[in-house]
C-alpha cells in the first residue's frame, strides 16, 4: 500500500500522469534525463482517492453538487460552493496510514539533506494540470516554505481541497468538465536558497517565434515574476547558438522570500534594484537546459527555475517545473513585445479577477 501512496521524483516519469499529477509527472522526466532538480517526493493520487473516499468527503460534495440539478452557474454560485467543498475537506482527518507514509518519506527527505526539519515546498499536481491542452495551470494552491510533519499534512489537505477553488469549478463548468473534478496529486520538494528565481519559454510567448529562448527572472523566490509584481529582467537568446541577443535589466522594487518569520515579500536592497539578478553565464545555462527540454518532449516549453545562493555555478542552477506553452499570442503591428509579465499578470487576472479565492493563502 504504501508504494501506492508516496512515490520518489526519481521512481517516476512523464508516463505516471494519472498516479502522480502533471508536475510531478514532469519533474521525475527532468530528474530521469539528468536535469537538476530540487529532491522530493509526490503524495499520489492514491492517497487523495482513499481520503476522500474513507472520511466520506467524496459522498457529502456528490451529495452538495447535487443540490445544484442544473449544475453549478455563475460567480456566487462558484465562490459559494468552493467555500462549502472545501469546509467538507479541510474537516476530514487524513487517514492514519496516510499521515504515516507522509511522515516517514519527510523523515527520509530530511536525511537526505541533513536536516531535522526541512523547508520544502508544497504543490498540487492535478492529473489535468499540466497537459499541452489544459489551463488549469495557476488553479490549484502551492505553499512555500513549510517545516515540519504537522505543517506538511496541514498544507496537503489544503492542496488536496484547491481542487475545488471557484477558478477551478469555474474552469470546469465552462469546459463542460465534471463538477467533481478529476485526481489529485501533491508534490513535497526541498526549497532551494533562491538567490533568484523566474520562468523560461522556448518560444517567444509573445510573437511564436521559435528560434528564440525567452528568459525572465527578480531576485528571490519566482512568485514575483507569476504573480505580476514586477518588471523582471528579461534575457533574449539564440536557440541554435545559445547566445545572448538582447538583454534588458530593469529597476525591481520587491522581491519575495523565505524567512524565519516566512514568506515574505521586501523591497529589493538599493544596490540590487538596478543589478542583474543573474549572469549571463547563468542565463545561458538555463536556456541550455530549456532547449535540452523542448528537444526531449518535442514541444515548446515553460518552465520554472532556481539560483540557489548557498551552491557556486553551475550546481546551483534548478529547474522547479516545466509544461507545454499553452497560450502564445500574435504581436500585432506596431505593438511592443515587451511585456511577458503582463502576458503572464493578464492569464491569472483572467483565472482569479471576476472569482476571487477565499482559501488562496495570503504572502505578506
Not at 447535487?66 to 454560485?77: I, Y
Not at 519527510?106 to 494540470?129: F, I, M, N, P
Not at 469546459?175 to 526541498?190: F, K, N, Y
Request: hydrophobic share 35%; proline share 4%; with cysteine.
Amino acid at each position: 500500500m504504501d508504494a501506492k501512496l508516496i512515490l520518489w521524483f526519481d521512481e517516476i516519469d512523464r508516463n505516471f500522469v494519472t498516479t502522480v499529477g502533471g508536475k510531478n509527472a514532469n519533474l521525475g522526466e527532468m530528474m530521469r534525463i539528468g536535469v537538476p532538480v530540487p529532491d522530493g517526493f509526490a503524495i499520489t493520487t492514491e492517497a487523495y482517492e482513499q481520503f476522500m473516499r474513507n472520511t466520506g468527503a467524496s459522498s457529502e460534495i456528490n451529495q452538495y453538487i447535487s443540490s445544484f440539478p442544473e449544475g453549478l452557474k455563475g460567480t456566487s454560485q462558484f465562490q459559494e460552493a468552493s467555500r462549502s467543498i472545501r469546509q467538507i475537506i479541510e474537516a476530514k482527518e487524513i487517514p492514519q496510514d496516510i499521515c504515516n507514509s507522509i511522515a516517514s518519506h519527510y523523515e527520509q527527505l530530511c536525511e537526505k539533506c541533513e536536516t531535522e526539519k526541512l523547508s520544502v515546498a508544497v504543490r498540487s499536481s492535478g492529473v489535468a494540470e499540466d497537459s499541452a491542452s489544459s489551463s488549469f495551470a495557476g488553479q490549484f494552491d502551492s505553499y512555500l516554505n513549510v517545516i515540519g510533519k504537522e505543517e506538511l499534512l496541514e498544507k496537503t489537505r489544503q492542496c488536496w481541497s484547491s481542487q475545488f477553488t471557484a477558478p477551478a469549478i469555474s474552469y470546469r463548468a465552462r469546459h463542460e468538465l465534471p463538477s467533481t473534478g478529476a485526481s489529485m496529486s501533491v508534490a513535497v520538494q526541498r526549497m532551494t536558497h533562491a538567490r533568484s528565481a523566474g520562468v523560461c519559454f522556448t518560444s517567444h510567448p509573445i510573437t511564436g517565434d521559435a528560434s528564440k529562448i525567452v528568459l525572465e527572472g527578480n531576485w528571490g523566490l519566482g512568485e514575483s515574476i507569476v504573480q505580476g509584481m514586477v518588471v523582471p529582467d528579461k534575457f533574449i537568446i539564440d536557440k541554435e547558438t545559445l547566445t545572448v541577443i538582447e538583454k534588458k535589466i530593469s529597476t525591481k522594487e520587491k522581491l519575495i522570500e523565505f524567512t524565519d518569520q516566512g514568506v515574505v515579500t521586501s523591497d529589493v536592497p538599493m544596490d540590487k534594484k538596478q543589478l542583474a539578478c543573474l549572469s549571463d553565464e547563468e542565463a545561458l545555462r538555463v536556456a541550455e537546459l530549456a532547449k535540452h527540454l523542448e528537444v526531449h518532449y518535442g514541444v515548446p516549453q515553460d518552465m520554472e527555475w532556481t539560483i540557489d545562493g548557498a551552491l557556486s555555478f553551475p550546481a546551483n542552477i534548478f529547474l522547479v517545473q516545466t509544461r507545454p506553452i499553452t497560450v502564445t499570442m500574435e504581436k500585432k503591428k506596431g505593438e511592443s513585445t515587451e511585456y511577458i509579465v503582463d502576458l503572464m499578470a493578464q492569464m491569472f487576472r483572467q483565472i482569479r479577477e471576476s472569482e476571487p479565492d477565499p482559501h488562496k493563502k495570503k504572502r505578506k
